[in-house]
Nanobody, 122 residues
Framework: QVQLVESGGGLVQAGGSLRLSCAASGRTVSNYYLEWFRQAPGKEREFVAAINWSGRSTNYADSVKGRFTISRDNAKNTVYLQMNNLKPEDTAVYYC???????????????WGQGTQVTVSS
């Protein structure tokens, strides 16, 4: 079992920054990739970024590449998503997820957090 708890969402103006956190717990958490997905109203959940537990492997959606950075702190069992130069189209509920392999397909993720709302005003 892996438990995931997100935090750090909020309201920000376009061009601003936010940092999301995902605290992971569970005795096998180091076996999982940790990923961020997002879902805007009326849209399908989409992949944002992923990182393996060593941090040597990361992957980003084209829409966020160069603006978002995923990182992790193994001592705190926490994964972060630093989001810079935010745009109104980044508005969504952001979810942390854990999967046994790196995947952009949300259906392959085994565990999910509750989500945190990010709203970017124009």
């Amino acid at each position: 079992q892996v438990q995931l708890v997100e935090s750090g969402g909020g309201l920000v103006q376009a061009g601003g920054s936010l940092r999301l956190s995902c605290a992971a717990s569970g005795r096998t958490v180091s076996n999982y990739y940790l990923e961020w997905f997002r879902q805007a109203p009326g849209k399908e959940r989409e992949f944002v970024a992923a990182i393996n537990w060593s941090g040597r492997s990361t992957n980003y959606a084209d829409s966020v590449k160069g603006r978002f950075t995923i990182s992790r702190d193994n001592a705190k069992n926490t994964v972060y998503l630093q989001m810079n130069n935010l745009k109104p189209e980044d508005t969504a509920v952001y979810y942390c997820a854990a999967g046994q392999s790196l995947s952009r397909n949300y259906e392959l993720m085994g565990y999910w957090g509750q989500g945190t709302q990010v709203t970017v005003s124009s």
